[in-house]
């Protein structure tokens, strides 16, 4: 990203006219098209990249924060299982009949809260 850049200032700079002694009005002209250029790209980058990935980053974690026993879910690893217990950094997940893991708040990819159908859980043979 920071070669993109060089390259476009690199770029900008070879576009302005050369100094000639008259044109003095002239070379500030091109030095603020430069700027204009240059906080233009700084703009884009802020709106189709930065802006997106804090939304997105907030929203997962307002997500991680919304965990609460019972709910359904799923981790980064691709386990599903029901939250049996939250603490602070770890939530502890039923996977099966007699099996709970422990994992990390931040490895859960996924809630199933109520009627939702986000992700689904295999039933075990047990509940049946």
């Known amino acids: 990203m920071l070669n993109y850049l060089t390259i476009l200032v690199g770029q900008a700079y070879a576009m302005a006219p050369s100094p000639s002694g008259e044109g003095g009005a002239q070379q500030q002209g091109g030095a603020g098209m430069t700027l204009i250029m ?3 790209f700084f703009l884009i980058l802020y709106f ?8 997105q980053q907030a929203e997962r974690q307002k997500m991680l924060d919304a ?3 019972g709910d359904r879910i799923q981790t980064v690893g691709g386990l ?4 049996t217990a939250v603490d602070q950094k770890e939530v502890t ?4 009949a007699d ?3 422990k994992i990390a708040r931040s490895a859960v990819a996924g809630i199933q809260k109520g009627g939702e159908s986000t992700i689904t859980v295999a039933k075990d043979a047990s509940n049946q």
């Open 38 to 40: 240059v906080a233009g």
């Open 48 to 55: 189709f990249l930065l802006r997106p990935q804090k939304k």
């Open 67 to 69: 965990i609460q026993k």
């Open 80 to 83: 599903l299982g029901v939250v």
């Open 93 to 96: 997940i039923r996977v099966a």
């Open 99 to 101: 099996v709970r893991v």
